[in-house]
């Protein structure tokens, strides 16, 4: 099975700082995955890649295949971006999906 | 579109007691998952189909049961609740299991 870590845990930042959080995995996979969950309770996909980096406005994601590792990075935060951000892969090849515990991101104004 | 639905919002059960958890989506997706999130946990997978008459078991089965009569429809049955299935339980769809998943809004359901 595989196992995802995300660090850190919850990090706060001021507005206008450049964040990163992290994932790690332990088995190798085709893609990955990052979702965002609102402080209201929606989840919404940000990025699926499966190498290299993607980019949607201040958001950029990158990966190792070969580390198994990823990051997701917010350039200018903002409060709005306040939100648990959540890591998944696929487990073991299978449709089925495993799902980190989420890095809880608030900025202040 | 309306992307995918969940209902009810929120539902408060008695020991015992069973309902059924709602889930719709109208994006003519095949798959389709059942997540349940506890505090402080990474979402898990209760249940998914991979098209209509078609489930499979994810991570945690034991208490919930499914069926896929459409492609639109997945329903999610609690029999004999128990204070362990309090959670938020999300329903999710996806055209293949290696693009990206749309969520529902999510049902708060507390068994006490």
């Known amino acids: 099975k595989n196992e995802v870590e995300q660090s850190p845990q919850n990090l706060t930042a001021q507005e206008g700082e450049f964040i990163t959080i992290n994932c790690s995995y332990s088995v190798g996979i085709s893609a990955l995955h990052w979702l965002q969950q609102h402080p209201g309770g929606g989840i919404v996909s940000l990025f699926m890649?499966?190498?290299g980096k993607k980019k949607h406005g201040r958001l950029i994601a990158t990966i190792n295949i070969q580390e198994k590792h990823s990051s997701l990075h917010i350039t200018a935060s903002h409060p709005r971006d306040s939100a648990v951000y959540i890591c998944?892969?696929?487990?073991?090849?299978?449709?089925?999906?495993?799902f980190g515990k989420g890095t809880k991101l608030t900025v202040n104004p | 579109n309306a992307g995918v639905t969940q209902t009810p919002k929120f539902r408060i059960l008695k020991i015992g007691q069973s309902m059924t958890l709602q889930c719709a989506q109208d994006m003519n997706h095949n798959y389709m998952y059942w997540y349940r999130q506890d505090p402080g946990m990474g979402l898990k997978l209760i249940y998914y189909?991979?098209?209509?008459?078609?489930?499979d078991k994810g991570e945690v089965p034991n208490g919930y049961n499914v069926s896929r009569s459409t492609t639109e429809d997945f329903p999610l049955r609690l029999e004999l609740a128990a204070p362990s299935q309090t959670s938020v339980y999300f329903c999710?769809?996806?055209?293949?299991?290696?693009?990206?998943?749309?969520f529902g809004p999510g049902t708060r359901l507390t068994v006490t």
């Open positions: 999710a769809s996806s055209y293949t299991p290696s693009v990206e998943q749309y």
């Open positions: 998944a892969v696929p487990e073991g090849g299978s449709e089925k999906l495993v």
């Open positions: 189909s991979v098209g209509a008459g078609i489930t």
């Open positions: 890649l499966s190498s």
